[in-house]
């Protein structure tokens, strides 16, 4: 595809649930971030897969939030037990190698909202 | 890690003046210094971006200035226009993740 494919893009869902949110990264790229932003806030970091390297999940909020890279390309964010204080748009980039480590330029999906009741 | 901050966090310009937004970083060791702008209920998007390199980028009515020394950068937009209202992002990297600023909602006056 030509950009960042996420699903999907929205979800409501019940309190207590788990859900699972997809994202397609642009062919290629190494780089794969989440975020999540509530309406009107700014990009709460999750977490950050670079290659082949141990992901950074420095920023997930608890021990519900968890996410995976499956070789390299596809990253599927899952909350379980969702509350409705993670009730928010959930944003995937991805972002190509860069020489000598440096970082890129970000691209961003749509975003998945998602709602929880 | 890398901790940036932007402000003002709100700033409102009549159409035609200047806007300008500051940010600051911690992480002598970041090298890469872009900004993002969000448009209401769309994805952040690429505008400008940076490296340690050089202390002044521009493109067309919008430009970025890089302080090392003070570690701060800062984006100018001059001549704005209505379609300049959105939230704008700076962020800062090394070698590591990038990391965002909260953001700074412009408003331009018509």
């Known amino acids: 595809g030509a950009g960042v494919s996420q699903s999907p893009s929205n979800k409501v869902t019940e309190k207590g649930k788990d859900v699972e949110l997809r994202c397609d990264p642009i062919?290629?790229?190494?780089?794969l971030y989440w975020y999540r932003q509530s309406l009107g806030q700014g990009l709460e970091f999750l977490i950050y897969?670079?290659?082949?390297?141990?992901?950074?999940k420095s920023g997930l909020p608890s021990d519900r939030f968890s996410a995976e890279r499956t070789g390299g390309s596809v990253s599927t964010l899952t909350i379980q037990r969702t509350q409705q204080e993670d009730s928010a748009v959930y944003l995937c980039?991805?972002?190509?190698?860069?020489?000598?480590?440096?970082?890129?330029?970000?691209?961003f999906g749509e975003g998945s909202r998602l709602t929880v009741l | 890690g890398e901790n940036v901050e932007q402000h003002p966090s709100t700033l409102s310009v009549q159409e035609g003046d200047s806007a300008v937004i500051k940010c600051t970083y911690s992480?002598?060791?970041?090298?890469?210094f872009p900004w993002y702008k969000q448009e209401l209920g769309k994805r952040p998007q690429l505008i400008i971006d940076?490296?340690?390199?050089?202390g002044e980028k521009k493109d067309q009515r919008i430009a970025v200035t890089l302080n090392k020394t003070a570690k701060h950068f800062s984006l100018h937009i001059t001549e704005t226009q209505p379609e300049d209202s959105a939230v704008y992002f700076c962020?800062?990297?090394?070698?590591?993740?990038?990391?965002f600023g909260k953001g700074n909602q412009v408003v331009v006056i018509p």
């Open positions: 940076i490296r340690s390199n050089v």
């Open positions: 992480d002598s060791a970041s090298n890469y």
């Open positions: 980039a991805s972002s190509p190698s860069q020489a000598s480590g440096r970082s890129g330029e970000l691209f």
């Open positions: 062919s290629g790229h190494t780089a």
């Open positions: 897969f670079q290659g082949n390297s141990a992901p950074d």
């Open positions: 962020a800062a990297s090394g070698n590591n993740r990038l990391a």
